[in-house]
T-cell receptor, first 116, second 110 residues
Framework: DGGITQSPKYLFRKEGQNVTLSCEQNLNHDAMYWYRQDPGQGLRLIYYSQIVNDFQKGDIAEGYSVSREKKESFPLTVTSAQKNPTAFYLC???????????????FGAGTRLSVL | GIQVEQSPPDLILQEGANSTLRCNFSDSVNNLQWFHQNPWGQLINLFYIPSGTKQNGRLSATTVATERYSLLYISSSQTTDSGVYFCAVEGAGNNRKLIWGLGTSLAVNP
């Protein structure tokens, strides 16, 4: 089935540790996104990528890093510089068919990150 | 940047009731989407509706772009409709970034 797979579903981070969240899509979408959601809040954009080997900072990029070496994959690393990483992380993708394409975003099931 | 406001923030319904959720936005948009987030966190796209009216079963949505608002109608609500409903917009600059409202939390009681 086509879709977006995030792993792991739950993740625990120790102080000073970097952790990487996986996001894989088989929808052949060009654009991919990482969002952070805190309890009772909306989604805030961390990073996004519109094409392989290119990505842009979102509104809350500090303490996070990404790579986009393959079209299908957009991993997010939460670094030790992110002092408050406990949150629900959502990955999304959208098609880009050239010109003004519909930016309809499809989401994975999310990763819940907690600090030990 | 564009501001997105959703109302009401919370809503409690009895099963079978109808409801209207509202999304106001502060500038021109070329993309507006409604999403439902279930209690387990999964986000599902309900409508892509930068203008006009669409219907899908018991749900329908209307966006009046000139007046900068969108409405989501839920008829004959069911317990499975519970969750949070988000409105997200993309500004006319076409930078492919969605700006999200804070959502309406809906609880449908049996």
């Amino acid at each position: 089935d086509g879709g977006i797979t995030q792993s792991p579903k739950y993740l625990f981070r120790k102080e000073g540790q970097n952790v990487t969240l996986s996001c894989e899509q088989n929808l052949n979408h060009d654009a991919m996104y990482w969002y952070r959601q805190d309890p009772g809040q909306g989604l805030r954009l961390i990073y996004y990528s519109q094409i392989v080997n290119d990505f842009q900072k979102g509104d809350i990029a500090e303490g996070y890093s990404v790579s986009r070496e393959k079209k299908e994959s957009f991993p997010l690393t939460v670094t030790s510089a992110q002092k408050n990483p406990t949150a629900f992380y959502l990955c999304a993708s959208s098609p880009r068919t050239g010109g003004v394409a519909k930016n309809i975003q499809y989401f994975g099931a999310g990763t819940r990150l907690s600090v030990l | 940047g564009i501001q997105v406001e959703q109302s009401p923030p919370d809503l409690i319904l009895q099963e079978g009731a109808n409801s209207t959720l509202r999304c106001n936005f502060s500038d021109s948009v070329n993309n507006l989407q409604w999403f439902h987030q279930n209690p387990w966190g999964q986000l599902i796209n309900l409508f892509y509706i930068p203008s006009g009216t669409k219907q899908n079963g018991r749900l329908s949505a209307t966006t009046v772009a000139t007046e900068r608002y969108s409405l989501l109608y839920i008829s004959s609500s069911q317990t499975t409709d519970s969750g949070v409903y988000f409105c997200a917009v993309e500004g006319a600059g076409n930078n492919r970034k969605l700006i999200w409202g804070l959502g309406t939390s809906l609880a449908v009681n049996p």
